[in-house]
């Protein structure tokens, strides 16, 4: 059984991957980590989460004797990457990454990490989005020559970045299997005469509303014909789920970064 250690144990995200360890039967907590100055920090973790007593004390990063973990999992803010890359790389501790809106500098501080740990990289853990990425896949090499390509997500309003790690990853995903740059044919939201559509670009349209999980829907539209491909979810579990199942995974993997599609095999 392996212990996984969880970022940001206070987070909306966090609390839901204290839930997910404990309905795994192959792991168990080993740290609930919160920043030093956080009104949690000696409290229960399950009574964070809300699912009772653990027994296990939540503790800063500084705190933590790597003895207690298998594998960090992290769902913080970009800002807190690099701190936390640098503590695994220190204490060779495999990581589970779902955190989004990365920089540039940020995603080459991960890509280097990479080289002294394996690393889990996903802007989605949920087993339906990755296989969404593969008939998106599949419908761009049918369809992406002629049809017109339009990326639609909603998310509740507390979420910060947009548009969101998975619309990027869908986009980067089609632009990839049609050799397109993204940074280039990428149209972020459309407003007053805007001229007709340029047919290699791919739209992305961004709804933050409510207290919605994540929906995403990529729209290959041709004259006479579309094809919607549609992802919804309703649970937060789903990703967690999906990130503890990884954990598992990258455990005893070489240094190196992966995806959620190296673990499902897809």
Not at 40 to 62: M, P, S
Not at 104 to 125: M, S, T
Not at 156 to 167: E, L, W
Request: hydrophobic share 45%; charged share 25%; net charge negative.
């Amino acid at each position: 059984m392996i212990k996984v250690g969880i970022l940001g144990a206070n987070g909306r995200m966090g609390r839901v991957l204290i839930e997910a360890v404990q309905l795994s039967d192959k792991a168990m907590l080993g740290a609930a980590i919160v920043r030093e100055s956080s009104d949690w920090k000696g409290k229960d973790a399950g009574e964070l989460a809300g699912t009772g007593r653990l027994n296990n004390a939540i503790v800063a990063l500084d705190d933590i004797d790597n003895n207690d973990i298998d594998v960090m999992i992290d769902f913080t803010l970009a800002q807190a990457l690099e701190c936390n890359l640098e503590w695994c790389k220190q204490h060779k501790i495999p990581m589970v990454i779902g955190t989004t809106g990365l920089n540039d500098a940020q995603k080459q501080a991960l890509e280097f990490a990479a080289g002294d740990i394996p690393i889990v990289f996903a802007a989605n853990y949920s087993v339906g989005v990755n296989l969404l990425l593969k008939l998106v896949e599949q419908t761009a090499r049918v369809m992406g020559d002629t049809a017109d390509i339009e990326i639609i997500e909603t998310h509740h309003r507390f979420k910060k970045d947009a548009p969101s790690g998975t619309a990027v990853a869908l986009g980067e995903q089609i632009a990839q299997t049609l050799d397109r740059d993204l940074q280039q044919c990428a149209v972020y939201g459309r407003e007053g005469d805007t001229g007709e559509r340029e047919q290699k670009t791919i739209g992305f349209a961004t709804v933050r509303a409510g207290d919605v999980v994540g929906d995403h829907t990529v729209l290959f539209a041709d004259i006479g014909e579309r094809i919607e491909l549609t992802h919804k979810a309703s649970s937060r579990l789903t990703f967690a789920k999906g990130a503890v199942v990884a954990a598992g995974w990258v455990v005893n993997k070489p240094a190196g970064l992966y995806s959620m599609q190296d673990v499902l095999s897809l």
